[in-house]
């Protein structure tokens, strides 16, 4: 009956004793019986915020309009439930003195574009609010130029593969994707291969479209998940590794105000590299 609240949250509310049956504390494990009262005391939510904070950011390009940085693995673009501080926006807001588009409103101001926490590489921007609805706009019409880096389990055959497979939210976990014919939309990857090592890939991936965990959905609907991927690959996975290895090397862009196209890009990331030479 508590559609809008996810179980986990519910659990943790048990757990705090905000749940009660017969007037006394309730338990998870405990069973209802028909005619059983539950009252459930749900606090008010609590209100998210970015806000400025010193950290160090590998700055990319920096001009009135757009930043370009390069986020490290482990960093959350964003303030979310769980993850209130010290995120990218956090330390965007410090260094850029508060001048970010307002678009993205009190939680993602400057936010055109996200990369999830475990995958690391370029990130775009907007210092103000007509860049970010030029660049939004370019992304909606895929026309922004974005590639990753990603290492892969087993070796991948085919020299190119082009994975053309729509996207949804998965039936069976609706916090993970799948490659769906229901509620989905187009997704194309194209997976160029690298370098081939006993029995991994080093590989291209580039997005024609930006679906939610594309790369990895992909890949792993193709057989060759990311190494290191929890979700969407093997549960065992090799030791001593946090976070996927997926990185976004490259992103392309037409400037909002110049109305030129720029290009950036970055090598491969030392966490990538030194798992690649140890293998």
Request: aromatic share 6%.
């Amino acid at each position: 009956r508590l559609k809008e609240y996810t179980r986990s949250y519910i659990r943790k509310v048990i757990d705090e004793g905000g749940v009660a049956m017969r007037g006394r504390k309730a338990k998870a494990s405990q069973k209802v019986a028909a005619g059983t009262v539950v009252t459930v005391c749900i606090g008010p939510p609590k209100v998210l915020e970015a806000r400025a904070q010193e950290m160090a950011l590998d700055i990319v390009y920096e001009d009135d309009d757009i930043i370009v940085v390069d986020k490290p693995q482990g960093l959350v673009v964003h303030p979310a439930p769980g993850n209130s501080e010290n995120t990218l926006v956090d330390a965007l807001l410090h260094h850029c003195a508060g001048e970010l588009s307002g678009i993205g409103g009190a939680v993602r101001p400057g936010i055109v574009h996200r990369i999830d926490k475990e995958t690391s590489g370029l990130l775009v921007a907007a210092k103000n609010d007509q860049a970010h609805l030029v660049l939004v706009a370019q992304f909606k019409a895929h026309s922004i130029a974005r590639c990753y880096y990603a290492v892969l389990f087993g070796e991948v055959g085919q020299n190119r593969t082009v994975i053309d497979a729509p996207i949804g939210r998965s039936a069976k976990n609706r916090k993970k994707m799948d490659v769906t014919d229901k509620n989905a939309k187009e997704a194309l990857t194209t997976v160029d291969v690298l370098k081939r090592k006993d029995g991994y890939s080093l590989v291209s991936a580039t997005l024609s479209t930006g679906r939610t965990h594309q790369i990895r959905v992909h890949c792993a609907y193709m057989g060759h998940p990311v190494v290191g991927d929890k979700v969407y690959g093997p549960r065992k996975q090799p030791a001593g590794l946090d976070g996927q290895l997926l990185h976004a090397y490259l992103l392309g862009v037409v400037h909002p105000s110049k109305g030129t196209y720029m290009e950036f890009e970055t090598q491969l990331p030392e966490r990538m590299q030194a798992f690649w030479e140890n293998i």
